[in-house]
Structure formats: C-alpha cells, structure tokens
C-alpha cells in the first residue's frame, strides 16, 4: 500500500534587492524562516530572491547573496516585497513581469511599506483599498491614481493582495498572516516569542510627525498605565490615572497624548479590547461576562468597542477561532 506523500510546505519568498534596509528582510525571515516545530503545525517554506545572483549591498556596510531568482518568486505562494528602492523611479520590467506570473497563479502578493510602489506598478492595487507608510501616501495615489490609498491603517487585507504601512507595522502584517493560515492561538505564541503584541489596537495616523514626551513624563505615564492594566475589570477614570501619575487631569491628558498619541480613555479602551481576545479564544464564557471582565460597564458597549477595534464581532471573532481549531 501506497503512503500518500506529505503535502508540500507553504512557500512564502520574499524579495531581496541592491541597497535595501535590513529590517523588513529580517522581520520576514523571524516570521517565516526559522523553524518552529514546538507549534505541531506545518511551517513555511523560506525563499529570499532578487534579480540578480550578484553580492546586494545591505544599509549598514555589508552585502549579502540570494540564494533564489525570481522564477522561485514567482512560483511562490506567497510573495513579499518589503520595498522598492526608489519611490520615485521605476520598477524593473523583471520585477513587474514575476509579480504578474505569481498573482495570474493565485499567489498571495504582500508588500511592507514603500513595496506597494512595486505591486502598484504591476498592476495588482488597481481598485483596490491600500496603504503604504504615511510619508509615501500621497505619491502613491498620484503614480498610481487607480489605487485607493488609505494612509491611516496599519496594514489592509484585501484577499489576495495585503499591503502595509512603514516597518514595523510589515510585523503586524506578517502575524496577521499567520494568523490567518494557523489561527489566533498560533500567532498568539509567535507573537510571544517576539515580544510584541499579536494585534494593534489603532493605525499609523498616531504616528505621524509625533512628539516625544521626556523621560520623566515617561515613568509617571507608564506608571498610570501599568495601574489601568493591573484593574482593567474596574472602573477607571483620567482622575483616577491622573492621581496615579500624580499630575493634573488636563496635564496627564497632555503628555499622555504626546507619548502615546491617543487619549487615556481611548487607551484603556483599546487595552480591555486586547484583554477579551484570549478568554473569546480559548474559554466558553459568554460574551456578556468577558465584556464585564474586561471593564466594559454593558453587553453593548463590549460589542461595540470591539466591532470599531477588530472589524468583526466578538461572537464572530470567536466563531473564527473555533473553526479553525476544529478544522485544525
């Protein structure tokens, strides 16, 4: 009798070229290259690929080789272009045509920050809901006036195609797609193993050209917000985090925006959001006692907080989980 032949691993490649930055690379390769067989769950399959077999000098005083070219990219199941290297200037015919090739097979086509400008220009943001960092927006939509570019959000889903802002929000967008292929328990434990949270409350709007609070505003602030975080399940007021902080309200409302760039209601709002997912994920609590849980004063409010946050309901949040886990 016959075995049948384990089914092939997800091939993820991700686009290396002459002049990059290394951190989107290397966010990549922590994601999707490293092994990680503790999960018990079929892992991805790395390929890094550039046009060229020629040593790519890297920003920072160093080259390195690819081991691909771009047919591997192209045959690829999901493909990642972590940027261009220039915004401005056009993107190479070679490019263009192995993007094509990957999206006509079905390929799920990824980009970080200024990549989009590639995806753009094969075509593939055309009526589509985008984004890309907050400094290249703008000249985004003017090159490529077919694409609806949304400068506010951190990454957008749009099926096939998923676009992101600047570097770190390439993360977000990287767990949000193993999320996506394994589940919230799965991304949860990458998550972990970085050290970041598993979901952003909020887009990069609150990143833009933001002040920097001093450092001794920083400890009376982290101080106030370590407190919100430790009595989540009661009520909590800017005069009860401002007496933490031992500051006026409308002062501690000041520097908290300057740190933070929302407001501490908003904050505390976002962070009893963050605290309902595990116990949606992994409990059979109804929802009406998790909101209650979390601090939410009713039902309603829970619901919708957490719809304006996550894009879904928490029932539908936890439905989603709960297929996967079945089916997994």
């Known amino acids: 009798m016959l075995l049948p032949e384990p089914a092939r691993p997800h091939r993820v490649a991700v686009l290396a070229f002459d002049g990059m930055a290394p951190f989107e690379l290397g966010c990549v390769v922590e994601l999707f290259g490293l092994p990680r067989p503790e999960l018990d769950v079929p892992w991805y399959d790395l390929a890094v690929c550039a046009e060229t077999a020629e040593p790519l000098r890297v920003v920072g005083g160093f080259t390195m080789r690819a081991e691909h070219g771009l047919d591997v990219l192209a045959e690829a199941a999901t493909v990642i272009v972590p940027g261009v290297a220039d915004v401005r200037g056009p993107v190479s015919p070679a490019l263009v045509a192995a993007l094509r090739r990957a999206h006509a097979r079905g390929a799920?086509?990824?980009?970080?920050?200024s990549g989009a400008f590639a995806l753009a220009a094969a075509g593939l943001l055309d009526g589509r809901p985008v984004t890309t960092h907050w400094r290249y927006a703008?000249?985004?939509q003017e090159r490529?006036?077919?694409?609806?570019?949304?400068?506010?959000?951190?990454?957008?889903?749009d099926g096939d195609v998923l676009t992101s802002a600047g570097s770190a929000a390439g993360l977000d967008l990287l767990i949000h797609l193993v999320r996506t292929d394994h589940g919230p328990s799965v991304?949860?434990?990458v998550a972990?193993?970085?050290?970041?949270?598993?979901?952003r409350e909020g887009g990069q709007a609150q990143f833009i050209e933001a002040a920097v609070t001093p450092v001794g505003d920083d400890d009376a602030v982290a101080r106030a917000m370590a407190w919100a975080l430790e009595h989540l399940a009661r009520p909590i007021t800017v005069a009860d985090l401002a007496g933490v902080a031992t500051m006026s309200e409308r002062s501690f409302i000041r520097h908290f925006r300057r740190q933070t760039g929302t407001s501490p209601l908003r904050w505390v709002?976002?962070?009893?959001?963050?605290?309902?997912?595990?116990?949606?994920?992994?409990?059979?609590v109804p929802v009406e006692e998790i909101g209650a849980a979390v601090g939410f004063e009713s039902p309603?409010?829970?619901?919708r907080h957490f719809t304006r946050?996550?894009?879904?309901?928490?029932?539908a949040y936890r439905k989603a989980f709960t297929v996967r886990t079945a089916s997994a």
Do not use: K, W
């Open 187 to 189: 991304a949860n434990t």
């Open 192 to 199: 972990r193993r970085l050290v970041v949270p598993p979901h």
């Open 300 to 303: 309603v409010t829970f619901r």
């Open 269 to 284: 709002i976002a962070q009893r959001v963050a605290a309902s997912l595990p116990m949606l994920e992994s409990t059979g």
């Open 108 to 113: 799920r086509l990824v980009s970080i920050c």
């Open 138 to 140: 703008a000249l985004l």
């Open 144 to 157: 490529f006036p077919a694409a609806r570019v949304n400068p506010s959000v951190l990454y957008v889903d």
């Open 309 to 315: 946050a996550m894009r879904t309901s928490p029932s």
